[in-house]
């Protein structure tokens, strides 16, 4: 069996140590998420692994014959063609092959017998390596992939400059798997995928046969995909069996463990110091010496620290604002020729948390700015209700000033006091001396904490988030996701973050081919309809064919319009009859939802003549609620 071992392995850079004493082995056919907060040598640890880095001491070992492949976080390609980038991966082999064409020409030309009997040699040794490397699948290996993937043929001849962040994450992908490697390693790969690529991928990597180590933030994506998680925790492997979901309540229990031992041993100490104390100059004074002399042999341990974990604070409510916060009626925008959106129309009520989610180029962020007044409409209406205030995060972070230290940075603009400050910046990881940091020198993570600490602070009571966890590691994540869940006001948020939509959002709107659908739900309830309704499409139409099937092609005596007497029949559409009644539906779990948040208003009950309108009105869309879902439920056979 294909095994990689990690010896001992130690890297530092000057005087710090990144990685001291590293071991563990992996199996093929494992699934290993490699976790820890940025900067901490996960990376590192990969290209060491890989070669591509030397270790200052310690060894991998992984036999000769194994075939690796690597997917960098962000590969900078060349400018050749995507066919061209992806037989790339072929270099080996395409050099026994320049090997064959030169040794052919030398036999052509050679004389000796001798030295052709060499050059005969040398020719078959070429061709064997070249037969073995699958040399003359390559073409179709290639193409294989490539379309697996998602390209097309006319893909192939474009330049691989002309691609798109995602489709260049998919061609680092496909040149990576095109050799089958016994070892795959993966750095962030889901950077740049849209969430239907990123569950391609989580089922591709579902059943690969060889071994994979991915280092990830995405904490959905390693719970689906990994067996088992390496976490770095400072400086040392910690291995874990299970998921992420599995690590994180195993890590608890370590926690736990770990603050039992260490509250035991405290109380042991403080015990034995009070006897020491009592007895340093009685009777008892030899016991006390030798007392002392254990003491002082204890190894001591440390208090554990939780390194993911937040300080919990409240924001102060922003100011009310109307109940229909933001609406787009029948809305038409785009670029150019290039229509976006086809009339969509979407309702965001006080209090949402609203994900917006679909594939890349579908929108999202064009409906982003044209809530923020970027962008105007071509055709449509948009309105932001009354006292709204609204605050926009676009990633760039224009809103902060590079030659300000953290601290200075919230003080100055919201004249805090440095306690308060320090206080709101804790929430966001940002601790200690961390607040002396100039703004200009922080990572691109460390500056969307701070960019989005400064958003929430502006009293704004309408957030527009633009991909708000990019660049975020876990713990940076799970900070900003406590925060979203007790900001008081309203969100709409586009994130390919499935974790963090499941934490925060309570509505998902999916927009696909310029329209909107509304789920009342996070993301794994989003998820879960769509299965579910596309399961009973799929037995309708199942169905239906058997139906058809038996009748033998029989008449329908259901005439269209203008067709009668002609004898005319067709197949019953029963998909159409139930997209239909989704729609009826969805339309209708909006209303309800509507009125469910106006029948939890003190405010509507001031008039009993409206309250009692609102409960009929209630009653009455919950009434015909329950009339679609029956009639659902009976067309699909669940």
């Known amino acids: 069996m294909s095994v990689l071992e990690v010896h001992g392995l130690s890297k530092a850079y000057g005087i710090q140590t990144v990685l001291a004493e590293i071991s563990f082995q992996i199996r093929r056919g494992e699934k290993v998420g490699l976790i820890g907060p940025n900067g901490v040598g996960k990376t590192t640890l990969v290209r060491c692994l890989l070669g591509l880095e030397k270790p200052d001491s310690g060894q991998v070992v992984m036999a000769p014959s194994e075939r690796t492949g690597y997917v960098e976080q962000d590969t900078a390609l060349g400018e050749h063609t995507l066919y061209d980038e992806l037989v790339s991966a072929y270099g080996d082999v395409l050099g026994w092959q320049a090997d064959m064409r030169r040794l052919e020409a030398a036999i052509a030309g050679e004389q000796q017998q001798a030295a052709l009997d060499r050059l005969m040699k040398e020719y078959a040794l070429a061709v064997e390596r070249f037969e073995r490397g699958g040399g003359y699948e390559v073409d179709n290996t290639v193409r294989r992939v490539a379309f697996g993937l998602g390209f097309t043929a006319a893909d192939l001849e474009c330049r691989t400059h002309e691609f798109s962040g995602g489709q260049k994450t998919r061609i680092c992908l496909a040149r990576a798997l095109i050799r089958q490697p016994d070892f795959l390693y993966l750095d962030e790969p889901t950077n740049h995928l849209d969430l239907a690529m990123v569950e391609w991928l989580e089922e591709f990597l579902q059943g690969y046969a060889g071994a994979v180590l991915v280092i990830s933030h995405d904490r959905y994506f390693l719970d689906n995909v990994v067996g088992r998680i390496l976490a770095i925790e400072k400086g040392t492997i910690a291995d874990y069996a299970g998921n992420y979901s599995e690590y994180l309540e195993k890590k608890a229990e370590k926690l736990a463990a770990q603050e039992k031992a260490y509250s035991k041993q405290q109380a042991h100490i403080a015990k034995t110091e009070a006897y020491i104390?009592?007895?340093?100059?009685?009777?008892?004074?030899?016991?006390?010496?030798?007392?002392?002399?254990?003491?002082?042999?204890?190894?001591?341990?440390?208090?554990?620290?939780?390194?993911?974990?937040?300080?919990?604070?409240?924001?102060?409510?922003?100011?009310?604002?109307?109940?229909?916060?933001?609406?787009?009626?029948?809305?038409?925008?785009?670029?150019?020729?290039?229509?976006?959106?086809?009339?969509?129309?979407?309702?965001?009520?006080?209090?949402?948390?609203?994900?917006?989610?679909?594939?890349?180029?579908?929108?999202?962020?064009?409906?982003?700015?044209?809530?923020?007044?970027?962008?105007?409409?071509?055709?449509?209406?948009?309105?932001?209700?009354?006292?709204?205030?609204?605050?926009?995060?676009?990633?760039?972070?224009?809103?902060?000033?590079?030659?300000?230290?953290?601290?200075?940075?919230?003080?100055?603009?919201?004249?805090?006091?440095?306690?308060?400050?320090?206080?709101?910046?804790?929430?966001?990881?940002?601790?200690?001396?961390?607040?002396?940091?100039?703004?200009?020198?922080?990572?691109?993570?460390?500056?969307?904490?701070?960019?989005?600490?400064?958003?929430?602070?502006?009293?704004?009571?309408?957030?527009?988030?633009?991909?708000?966890?990019?660049?975020?590691?876990?713990?940076?994540?799970?900070?900003?996701?406590?925060?979203?869940?007790?900001?008081?006001?309203?969100?709409?948020?586009?994130?390919?973050?499935?974790?963090?939509?499941?934490?925060?959002?309570?509505?998902?709107?999916?927009?696909?081919?310029?329209?909107?659908?509304?789920?009342?739900?996070?993301?794994?309830?989003?998820?879960?309809?769509?299965?579910?309704?596309?399961?009973?499409?799929?037995?309708?139409?199942?169905?239906?064919?058997?139906?058809?099937?038996?009748?033998?092609?029989?008449?329908?005596?259901?005439?269209?319009?203008?067709?009668?007497?002609?004898?005319?029949?067709?197949?019953?559409?029963?998909?159409?009859?139930?997209?239909?009644?989704?729609?009826?539906?969805?339309?209708?779990?909006?209303?309800?939802?509507?009125?469910?948040?106006?029948?939890?208003?003190?405010?509507?009950?001031?008039?009993?003549?409206?309250?009692?309108?609102?409960?009929?009105?209630?009653?009455?869309?919950?009434?015909?609620?329950?009339?679609?879902?029956?009639?659902?439920?009976?067309?699909?056979?669940?």
């Open 277 to 638: 104390d009592r007895y340093r100059a009685g009777i008892k004074s030899k016991q006390a010496r030798g007392r002392q002399s254990q003491l002082s042999r204890l190894a001591r341990l440390s208090r554990p620290e939780d390194l993911t974990g937040f300080d919990f604070f409240t924001f102060n409510p922003p100011a009310e604002c109307a109940e229909r916060v933001a609406e787009l009626g029948e809305v038409v925008a785009g670029y150019g020729d290039k229509q976006v959106l086809k009339g969509a129309s979407l309702l965001v009520r006080r209090g949402d948390g609203v994900a917006l989610v679909g594939p890349n180029g579908a929108g999202k962020t064009t409906l982003l700015k044209l809530l923020t007044g970027e962008l105007a409409p071509v055709g449509g209406k948009i309105k932001l209700g009354s006292r709204v205030r609204l605050g926009y995060f676009a990633q760039e972070h224009e809103t902060l000033t590079g030659a300000n230290s953290v601290l200075a940075e919230v003080m100055g603009e919201f004249a805090f006091s440095e306690e308060r400050a320090r206080h709101y910046l804790g929430a966001f990881l940002f601790r200690g001396d961390e607040v002396y940091k100039l703004v200009g020198d922080l990572s691109g993570g460390e500056k969307a904490r701070l960019a989005l600490l400064k958003l929430m602070l502006t009293g704004a009571n309408l957030l527009i988030l633009d991909e708000p966890t990019n660049h975020l590691d876990i713990a940076a994540r799970e900070a900003v996701e406590e925060a979203m869940m007790n900001f008081p006001g309203t969100f709409l948020t586009v994130s390919h973050d499935r974790y963090f939509l499941d934490k925060v959002a309570n509505r998902v709107v999916e927009l696909a081919d310029g329209q909107v659908t509304e789920y009342a739900g996070n993301y794994s309830y989003y998820r879960d309809k769509k299965a579910r309704l596309a399961k009973a499409a799929a037995q309708a139409a199942s169905q239906a064919g058997l139906a058809a099937k038996k009748a033998g092609g029989r008449p329908d005596h259901r005439i269209e319009p203008g067709q009668a007497g002609k004898g005319s029949w067709r197949k019953p559409e029963p998909g159409r009859l139930i997209k239909k009644l989704e729609e009826e539906i969805a339309g209708l779990e909006q209303e309800v939802a509507g009125l469910e948040a106006r029948l939890n208003d003190p405010a509507s009950h001031a008039e009993a003549a409206l309250s009692r309108e609102l409960a009929d009105m209630y009653a009455a869309r919950q009434a015909a609620l329950e009339e679609k879902y029956q009639a659902w439920l009976e067309l699909t056979g669940e």
